[in-house]
């Protein structure tokens, strides 16, 4: 009897397409920023880490800054079989986001919260997630209490533990910034005052009214009123930001010789409302008052303050 042996040698045949599939959200957020095309002395840029710390720099007319958050990526391996993948961002440039009526911002430097080493676990539980930041530039800005958003590009490169790499796997993330108008400032110019100048002392009260655009009348003057002038006040901000100023109650000056009072009323600023800043970015606010001086005041100088506020 003859025995005949066969080997039966059993070939597997392993094929494998390693892919990696990307979600991203939220928005990278910028935050909110207050901008003036006139302003020179702010910040141009905002910058988001994918920590979430936000720091401005550049020079321009960002204001000020509040807000803004990291975006987050989520990443999910279509190999069950592969056991590590680095993902790290490849390359971004430069991307304009337009938004009509409020303006245009320009996106760069994605960045990832580190070069990832995943694990498949990892993936086949849910999917990996990282942070992800980027710098935000202002180019220009049409419009206030509007938002800026939308999507740009960029592009992951992964390498896999088995070889399998992929130099510029897309990356689309949504972007977006509040933009609001920049703060008003209330300076009072240097040198000015309200200037009630000098009077005589008589046997009946008098009152003196300086106009806030600096001409003057008076009751029962004794004497002409010399040396008498408006207040002055620069309002600064941007082309077109209306401001109101708030009414000034009266107050009292004060004899530095004696304590004697003397009241101060019906103060008028040279516009009340519906103020509007022109187009060189600065407003000269003038203010004028009313002095009572009864009979009884004594001889001396008198001096005091008042408030001026402004809404905006």
């Given at each position: 009897m003859r025995y005949i042996s066969v080997l039966l040698i059993l070939c597997l045949v392993c094929v494998r397409a390693f892919g990696l599939q990307i979600t991203t959200y939220p928005t990278i957020q910028f935050g909110s920023i207050s901008y003036g095309s006139s302003v020179s002395t702010g910040k141009n840029s905002v910058t988001v880490s994918p920590s979430g710390t936000v720091s401005t720099a550049g020079s321009g007319g960002i204001v000020t800054q509040t807000g803004g958050a990291a975006g987050k990526a989520a990443f999910k391996s279509t190999d069950v079989l592969e056991l590590l993948v680095n993902v790290r961002v490849a390359s971004t440039t430069p991307q304009v986001i337009t938004t009509p009526g409020c303006g245009s911002i320009t996106v760069n430097n994605f960045v990832l919260a580190g070069s990832l080493n995943l694990l498949t676990l990892t993936f086949l539980l849910g999917a990996a997630e990282t942070t992800v930041g980027a710098t935000m530039t202002v180019s220009n800005i049409t419009g206030y209490n509007c938002t800026i958003s939308g999507t740009v590009n960029g592009a992951l490169a992964y390498s896999t533990l088995a070889g399998d790499t992929n130099p510029n796997t897309p990356l689309n993330v949504n972007v977006s910034v509040n933009v609001l108008p920049p703060p008003l400032t209330l300076k009072h110019s240097e040198g000015a005052s309200l200037n009630f100048g000098t009077l005589c002392r008589g046997?009946?009260?008098?009152?003196?009214?300086?106009?806030?655009?600096?001409?003057?009348?008076?009751?029962?003057?004794?004497?002409?009123?010399?040396g008498y002038s408006a207040d002055q006040f620069k309002v600064d901000g941007y082309n077109g930001a209306s401001f109101s100023v708030s009414s000034i109650s009266s107050i009292?000056?004060?004899?530095?010789?004696?304590?004697?009072?003397?009241?101060?009323?019906?103060?008028?600023?040279?516009?009340?409302?519906?103020?509007?800043?022109?187009?060189?970015?600065?407003?000269?606010?003038?203010?004028?008052g009313r002095l009572t001086v009864p009979a009884s005041a004594t001889a001396g100088t008198y001096t005091g303050t008042y408030p001026v506020t402004i809404t905006y």
């Open positions: 046997s009946v009260t008098q009152t003196l009214t300086v106009a806030a655009d600096g001409t003057a009348s008076g009751s029962n003057l004794v004497c002409p009123a010399q009292q000056l004060t004899n530095s010789a004696d304590g004697t009072k003397l009241t101060v009323d019906n103060f008028t600023p040279s516009c009340s409302s519906n103020c509007t800043i022109p187009a060189n970015g600065s407003y000269t606010l003038r203010v004028g």
